[in-house]
């Protein structure tokens, strides 16, 4: 399967804890992108990078939030000292140089924070 | 401050009849829109999208009409299935830059055997 992978699926952690989630994009994509959702609402974006360099942040990454993507490859988002309010299901997508504007999302990853 | 609405949580449907979803934006410097359709537990799956210089694109039984003027898009579905109920996210882009998406709370369709 080339498609985005993200992992762990699912997280359920205790108020305080550090989490983090990684995502593999498709393999030819610069372009990653992570999105929050929470239920109810659309996808919300979090942060994109075009291949290592972290090109835009919403102000809804706090700074307990880091991302990461040291090598353009994979990417890594970190919860410190997560809060009941972080539980939510971030989604990786990713995209390729030609502008076509769709994103192409993983499965996400389920972030129970009890 | 919500730039892209869907008004609509929720949709029925009887099978084999048209399903019309609606989105709402207020941006006007979103030049490129796209629908996403997304079933329980699994990520937003692209559907269809249109650029602002056209206001009809059409992909099957999925057509996707925008009106700039009124600031609106619709996704018709004809003749609906079963396997279409799912949540339906309409979003939108401003172009140059990061690509990033804009998008609605989603509508869900629900198609009736």
């Known amino acids: 399967d080339t498609g985005v992978s993200q992992n762990p699926r699912h997280k359920i952690t205790k108020r305080g804890q550090n989490v983090t989630f990684r995502c593999d994009p498709i393999?030819?994509?610069?372009?990653l992108y992570w999105y929050r959702q929470t239920l109810g609402q659309g996808p919300e974006f979090l942060t994109y990078?075009?291949?290592?360099?972290?090109?835009?942040k919403s102000r809804l990454l706090s700074d307990r939030f880091s991302a990461e993507r040291p090598k353009g490859s994979f990417s890594t988002l970190e919860i410190q000292r997560t809060e009941q309010g972080d539980s939510a299901m971030y989604l990786c997508?990713?995209?390729?140089?030609?502008?076509?504007?769709?994103?192409?999302f993983g499965e996400g990853s389920r972030l129970t924070v009890l | 401050d919500q730039q892209v609405k869907q008004n609509s949580p929720s949709l029925s449907v009887q099978e084999g009849r048209i399903s019309i979803l609606n989105c709402d934006y207020t941006?006007?410097?979103?030049?490129?829109f796209l629908w996403y359709k997304k079933y329980p537990a699994e990520g937003p799956t692209f559907l269809i999208s249109?650029?602002?210089?056209?206001d009809k694109n059409e992909d099957g039984r999925f057509t996707v009409f925008l009106n700039k003027s009124a600031k609106h898009l619709s996704l018709h579905i004809v003749p609906s299935q079963p396997g279409d109920s799912a949540v339906y996210f309409c979003?939108?882009?401003?172009?140059?830059?990061?690509?990033?998406?804009?998008f609605g709370k989603g509508t869900k369709l629900s198609v009736i055997p």
């Open positions: 990078f075009q291949n290592e360099a972290q090109l835009e």
């Open positions: 393999s030819e994509h610069n372009r």
């Open positions: 979003a939108a882009s401003a172009g140059a830059g990061s690509y990033q998406l804009t």
């Open positions: 941006n006007s410097m979103f030049d490129y």
């Open positions: 249109i650029s602002s210089i056209k």
């Open positions: 997508a990713s995209r390729g140089v030609a502008n076509t504007g769709e994103l192409f």
